[in-house]
């Protein structure tokens, strides 16, 4: 079993930054792919970013790409969300995710990650 636990979300005005933490615990998960997802009120969950296992594969929604940026230190059993630029549609739960078998163009899939966290609400004022 792996835990997932987010941090890092809080509350910032359009055009802060934020940088959201996922600390995997229970089994190294330096051979996953991560995801981050968010869900907003009255929306469905909704893909954010991923990084495969060694690092370099990335990718990025449309919506955040140029202002988020996902990176992991498998040392710490950690991935990081890096969110600048921050906009008010921007406000949601963002939930961690680990899969083991994600290919490299299944990663904005939800239902291809077993493990995910509780969520950690980022809110961006106007």
């Known amino acids: 079993q792996v835990q997932l636990v987010e941090s890092g979300g809080g509350l910032v005005q359009a055009g802060g930054s934020l940088r959201l933490s996922c600390a995997a615990s229970g089994r190294t998960v330096s051979s996953y792919a991560m995801g981050w997802f968010r869900q907003a009120p009255g929306k469905e969950r909704e893909f954010v970013a991923a990084?495969?296992?060694?690092?370099?594969?990335?990718l990025h929604a449309d919506s955040v790409k140029g202002r988020f940026t996902i990176s992991r230190d498998n040392a710490k059993n950690t991935v990081f969300l890096q969110m600048n630029s921050l906009k008010p549609e921007d406000t949601a739960v963002y939930y961690c995710?680990?899969?083991?078998?994600?290919?490299?163009?299944?990663?904005?899939?939800?239902?291809?990650?077993?493990?995910w966290g509780q969520g950690t609400q980022v809110t961006v004022s106007s």
């Open positions: 990084i495969r296992w060694s690092g370099g594969i990335t």
């Open positions: 995710a680990a899969g083991r078998t994600v290919g490299p163009g299944r990663l904005s899939f939800s239902y291809e990650y077993e493990y």
